[in-house]
């Protein structure tokens, strides 16, 4: 028997962030095994993009969190969406972002949606009970309103500080939207070093992932591999 390469999956929740993040939950016609942190493509009349998977693997739903491209032609159409309408989801998912837990510590870096992945992999680690690591989530974002998840990795940061310090980060203080803020400024790559010295973070017993916006990514790559850091990456494309 030939096996099916796509399924079909109903929106069952769909949460405006802001004006250009959207939080969209399906539901899949049989369920679909996957790692947390990795990726999957999502159909849409004709056109595919590739999406982290936010939700864990034990959750019953997938979610989503995407950045709208101006004029473009899939975020266009996932806006338009409503409760009950169907999207095509490949059966196959891909990614080698993943969790390595032979690492005691582990210092994430990440942009807007780049958050994804990473909070598949909380979501996962808690409900399989885990012990005995250390979490370091730099999120980055140009303004305040472009946190998804910031509630829920609050919480998360507050209720167990022995396994996550969260540190949200903006770029533009100075945008009237972000007045108020007392929180990191600057870009998220550099406010790394910051914390590795912070934490007393070394290459024997720590990992850096970095996911988000392409120059971050590959700067932080060049960075901190040079120091003798392996850094596991992933890039999100504006398509």
């Known amino acids: 028997m030939k096996k099916t390469k796509r399924l079909l999956a109903e929106v069952v929740e769909r949460e405006e962030i802001c004006e250009n993040l959207l939080v969209l939950a399906v539901r899949p016609t049989q369920p679909l095994s996957f790692e947390p942190g990795q990726y999957v493509k999502l159909f849409v009349d004709g056109i595919t993009r590739r999406y982290s998977i936010v939700s864990a693997p034990h959750e019953e739903v997938l979610e989503f969190c995407i950045e709208r491209v101006p004029d473009g032609e899939m975020t266009t159409r996932l806006w338009d969406l409503r409760r009950g309408d169907m999207v095509g989801v490949r059966t196959k998912v891909k990614g080698k972002l993943q969790l390595d837990l032979r690492f005691p510590s582990h210092l994430m870096i990440a942009t807007v949606t780049g958050i994804s992945p990473f909070v598949s992999m909380f ?66 790559s550099g406010l790394v070093a910051k914390y590795v010295a912070q934490y007393g973070l070394n290459p024997r017993s720590t990992l850096l992932y970095a996911c988000g916006h392409p120059d971050m990514v590959k700067e932080v790559k060049k960075r901190y591999g040079r120091d003798g850091f392996y850094v596991d990456t992933e890039r999100y494309w504006k398509t």
Not at 128 to 157: I, K, M, S, V
Not at 173 to 188: C, F, L, Q, S, Y
Request: hydrophobic share 35%; proline share 6%; net charge positive.
């Open 123 to 188: 979501r996962a680690y808690l409900h399989e009970q885990r012990q005995g690591h250390t979490f370091y989530l730099l999120h980055g974002a140009r303004c305040r309103d472009e946190f998804p998840y910031h509630d829920e990795l609050t919480r998360l940061a507050a209720s167990r500080p022995d396994l996550l310090t969260y540190v949200p980060a903006i770029s533009r203080p100075a945008e009237t939207k972000n007045a108020g803020w007392a929180g990191e400024i600057g870009r998220v």
